[in-house]
């Protein structure tokens, strides 16, 4: 195995052109030593169905991510709170393959737990009675069966609501909770976490249950690329 990269929290949008521009350059400059990429959640700021990527200005993100995967990098996709509708056109066009959220793989002889990284965040409850609701099959089938215009609609509500809120809340809150965390990793068996979502770039270390554990968590795209790359058996976050 030569490179592993982790990426995620870019938050594609026509509404922020140096994130796009950051993306394009790392697409077109990814080294040949690079065999898997991993994108953890928030990729695009929001995604309103396989069949809306075009009126989201997003066709040139996906011919960039089908060149990766056809150059022979193996794309994972992970999806995020923003763009959980990611579904099977979009993987088909671009080459990604879907991963669940959470999923516990098999990386350097040890086993990781991926996730987004809300899902870790229980203190924030409002979010959590959101993030329910949305992941839904109801919520999502009444969703997609909305005009692309009323999707694009209620997706830029939603996105105002979750930002004026976010103001609100104490910042805590909105990082993961640690006893939570814990006790998932026990479950899962698991000594090593990558994440996204709480824009808290950090290699956290700390004792479980006797054993060192980890927990990285990988930045935001909105003022420079945040990648975890694992090369000759080490992560190191850039
Ligand atoms: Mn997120």
Redesign the pocket.
């Known amino acids: 195995m030569k490179e592993i990269l982790f990426i995620s929290?870019l938050h594609l949008s026509q509404d922020y052109p140096d994130s796009l521009s950051r993306f394009k350059d790392f697409a077109s400059n990814l080294s040949n030593e690079v065999e898997q990429i991993f994108m953890l959640?928030?990729v695009f700021d929001f995604w309103i169905g396989d069949d809306g990527a075009k009126a989201l200005g997003h066709h040139e993100i996906e011919r960039l991510l089908h060149n990766i995967s056809s150059s022979g990098i193996e794309l994972f996709f992970l999806p995020?709170?923003?763009d959980f509708l990611v579904g099977m056109n979009f993987a088909h066009r671009t080459g990604c393959k879907l991963l669940p959220d959470p999923s516990v793989l098999e990386i350097g002889g040890e086993r990781v737990y991926l996730t987004?990284?809300?899902a870790l965040c229980t203190d924030d409850i409002e979010h959590q009675t959101n993030r329910h609701t949305m992941l839904s099959s109801k919520w999502r089938v009444a969703f997609l069966n909305k005009s692309i215009d009323e999707r694009l609609e209620t997706a830029i509500a939603l996105r105002k609501k979750s930002e004026s809120s976010k103001r609100n809340k104490p910042s805590y809150i909105m990082d993961i909770n640690q006893s939570y965390l814990e006790n998932v990793m026990r479950e899962k068996q698991v000594r090593t976490v990558i994440h996204?979502?709480t824009h808290r770039p950090a290699i956290h270390t700390f004792n479980l249950d006797g054993i060192e554990a980890k927990r990285y968590v990988l930045g935001d795209w909105y003022t420079q690329n945040s990648v975890l790359t694992f090369r000759k058996g080490e992560f190191i976050l850039e």
Do not use: A, I, L
């Open positions: 929290d959640g928030d995020g709170n923003r987004h990284g809300d996204g979502h």
